[in-house]
């Protein structure tokens, strides 16, 4: 078992940036791979980025070269937000992936807006 943490959401203005915080507990050292997902009412849950444990890194692409998720050890991650735009608007949701399923956070809400 996994327990996730985010913190770090917030409102920004557009071209703005925020730093999102993820801080695992329980098993820890089961991971290997973290991430975060994006979530707008009525849609699915998207990608983000996710990064592996050798520090392999995946980005959807309406966040590549505006985000980059980082991992400071094996419990926490990072997203940097930068240039944000108001699509970018939804609930981040840190993901774990273990070889015995996947956790997840509650989310955290992000609002880019004037």
């Known amino acids: 078992q996994v327990q996730l943490v985010e913190s770090g959401g917030g409102l920004v203005q557009p071209g703005g940036s925020l730093r999102l915080s993820c801080a695992a507990s329980?098993?820890?050292?089961?991971?290997?791979?973290m991430g975060w997902y994006r979530q707008t009412p009525g849609k699915q849950r998207d990608l983000v980025a996710t990064i592996t444990n050798d520090g392999t890194t995946v980005y959807g692409d309406s966040v590549k070269g505006r985000f980059t998720i980082s991992r400071a050890n094996l419990n926490t991650v990072y997203l940097q937000m930068n240039s944000l735009k108001p699509e970018d608007t939804a609930v981040y949701f840190c993901?774990?992936?273990?070889?015995?399923?996947?956790?997840w956070g509650r989310g955290t809400r992000v609002t880019v807006s004037s």
């Open positions: 993901n774990a992936h273990l070889a015995s399923g996947q956790y």
């Open positions: 329980g098993s820890i050292f089961s991971i290997y791979a």
